[in-house]
């Protein structure tokens, strides 16, 4: 007969059948997507110690906006370029002390709203410069085509 497997003539099934292997493969796989979820959530969700003597991780990025209005934000608290230059050096000269080296590797993305001239961002920029951060970025808006003027 076609599509059957050859009777050695004992009555012995010499095939293996593998759907019970693929029904139970699938089970897991449910069992685990369904799982994953709040198995994550349960990791994310965590009540630190208290410490009275601790240190801070200094970030190596910092956040600057900039919105039309002219308010500045720095890593969304509001500031003064007064006290943006003080913060900024202030981070410079920690990471230059946490890591040992002169010209540490802080990065500070730049947000400006659109409507903000460019002689204002170029003016940010020559802040975030001085402060002694070398490397920065711009935070823009992804488009799929080049917009008109």
């Known amino acids: ?3 059957t497997q050859p009777d050695d003539g004992d009555g012995s099934i010499t095939g293996i059948n593998v759907t019970p292997f693929v029904d139970i493969t699938l089970v897991l796989l449910i ?7 709040v198995i994550m959530n ?3 969700r965590v009540k630190l110690p208290r ?7 200094m970030p190596t990025t910092v956040a600057i906006t900039l919105k039309k209005d002219g308010a500045l934000f720095l890593n969304g608290e509001p500031t ?5 230059r ?6 410079v000269r920690n990471e230059e002390a946490t890591t040992g080296q002169e010209h540490p590797k802080l990065q500070a993305i730049i947000a400006a709203d659109n409507a903000i001239t460019h002689g204002e961002v170029m ?9 002694g951060v070398t490397e ?7 488009v799929d085509k080049v917009p008109e003027p």
Not at 80 to 84: E, G, K, Q, S
Not at 123 to 131: G, I, P, Y
């Open 86 to 91: 003080e913060q900024l050096r202030e981070r």
């Open 31 to 37: 069992v685990f997507m369904v799982a994953t979820p």
């Open 136 to 142: 920065f970025a711009f935070n823009i808006q992804k």
């Open 1 to 3: 007969m076609a599509g």
């Open 51 to 57: 410490v009275a003597h601790g240190k801070a991780a």
């Open 123 to 131: 003016h940010l920029v020559d802040v975030v410069k001085d402060c």
């Open 80 to 84: 003064t370029y007064v006290r943006l």
């Open 42 to 44: 349960q990791a994310i």
